[in-house]
């Protein structure tokens, strides 16, 4: 079959193309001129060069092709308007659906697990609530609105946080990379769930629909099992023999953090977001029985046996670390100066000597609270960095 792949130079692409030669299909990338194609194999594949702006690219590059893969998208809001995220999430995708050829069998479409509502019992279905909880979801849920109106047959993917070796921006890759510093900030408890899926579980789910007679389905995708965010942090923490120990800092707290950091000069999205928390708060586990059924899907990497090699992967990788614990004091201070509510930074030692200040200044403002606390002093071998302060 001809497949026209986009977003090919990614990291899902990158381990989907090879796979789709190996399958003996013919492919077509589309790309922007400035893209990294090195990862690819040139000599097999058609690369095409344009603009989904540019209606004469589309449609050229959309000739002869049986069958659409498209990748192409963002999952990072920070900095960005929602026309910027609509441009890169959603327009691409209605260009591909106005040109395509009305012979076209199949466009398979990439969207996220995240569109859910989170809070609802689990495991989540296709046909549970979705949730507009940041602008990323909105783009893709409208993006499969169009392409469900269209008259295309297609087949729509939610998988859930995807990981493997060659990601360096995702959220595994991320908490492996903070976990290399001095502490690994959790919020609440650390006993949510998240349900991952690998790589090359997602490569072989897309793979398994194509060519089947598409019923126009949306299909979840997420690994064999999930995993509680504690025991995924504490075997990162144990496979890449870091000493970071965890830090759980309590939920009622994160708007706070949440309103600090977005005062922080820099360009870069900051370590504490409102989307951040949400993904790494939320407990989640996907229902995939409808992938099964209808492609056969039966992923086979369980995270604990592959981390390791992620790990390996990941550090390998020359990109910066960023800690909570490396931003200057000053930089807080002047955030402070900017916001209304306080807040207080501690040096660990006075930490420990004036905590049961702390409790009572917290406590006068959230009756509810409970203080967590890192001390060194107080640190026991094999269990978590974190204490209850009662007054």
């Not at 399958?23 to 194609?37: A, L, P, Q």
């Not at 609105?145 to 991320?174: C, M, Q, W």
């Not at 790589?199 to 949306?218: F, M, Q, T, Y």
């Not at 900051?270 to 586990?285: G, Q, Y």
């Amino acid at each position: 079959m001809n497949i026209l792949v986009t977003g090919a130079t990614g990291f899902i692409g990158s381990h989907l193309v090879p796979e789709l030669l190996k399958n003996n299909h013919k492919v077509t990338i589309f790309t922007r001129e400035d893209s990294d194609t090195s990862a690819l194999p040139a000599s097999r594949i058609v690369v095409k060069q344009g603009s989904f702006s540019s209606e004469e690219d589309v449609a050229s590059v959309l000739k002869g092709i049986d069958a659409v893969i498209h990748l192409v998208g963002t999952w990072n809001t920070w900095g960005k308007s929602s026309r910027d995220i609509w441009n890169i999430n959603v327009f691409p995708l209605q260009q591909i659906i106005r040109y395509t050829p009305k012979t076209i069998k199949q466009i398979l479409f990439l969207s996220s697990a995240h569109v859910y509502d989170l809070t609802q019992p689990s495991p989540i279905s296709e046909t549970d609530k979705t949730k507009l909880w940041n602008q990323y979801v909105s783009s893709k849920l409208d993006a499969e609105r169009i392409l469900k109106e269209s008259t295309r047959p297609h087949t729509i993917f939610r998988p859930g946080i995807v990981y493997g070796e060659g990601d360096v921006k995702g959220f595994v890759a991320n908490l492996i990379k903070t976990a290399q510093g001095r502490f690994v900030f959790i919020p609440g408890s650390g006993n949510n769930f998240i349900h991952p899926v690998h790589i090359n579980d997602l490569v072989a789910a897309i793979i398994s629909a194509i060519g089947r007679k598409p019923a126009n389905e949306i299909m979840n995708i997420a690994g064999p099992e999930p995993v509680t965010l504690n025991d995924l942090v504490n075997n990162i923490i144990s496979l890449s023999q870091s000493p970071a120990q965890k830090l759980h800092v309590p939920k009622f707290l994160l708007p706070l953090a949440i309103n600090i950091f977005k005062y922080f000069p820099s360009s870069k999205e900051p370590l504490v977001t409102p989307d951040r928390v949400h993904i790494s708060s939320a407990s989640r586990t996907f229902d995939c029985s409808l992938a099964q059924r209808l492609i056969s899907f039966s992923p086979a990497v369980k995270i604990q046996d592959e981390l390791s090699n992620v790990i390996n992967a990941t550090l390998k990788e020359k990109t910066p670390l960023r800690n909570i614990l490396a931003t200057p004091l000053g930089i807080i201070q002047k955030a402070a100066e900017r916001i209304q509510t306080p807040f207080f930074v501690f040096d660990e030692q006075v930490l420990i000597h004036n905590y049961q200040k702390l409790f009572r200044a917290v406590t006068a403002h959230y009756p509810t609270a409970t203080i967590y606390y890192s001390a060194k002093t107080n640190y026991e071998p094999g269990k978590d960095f974190v204490y209850r302060c009662l007054d």
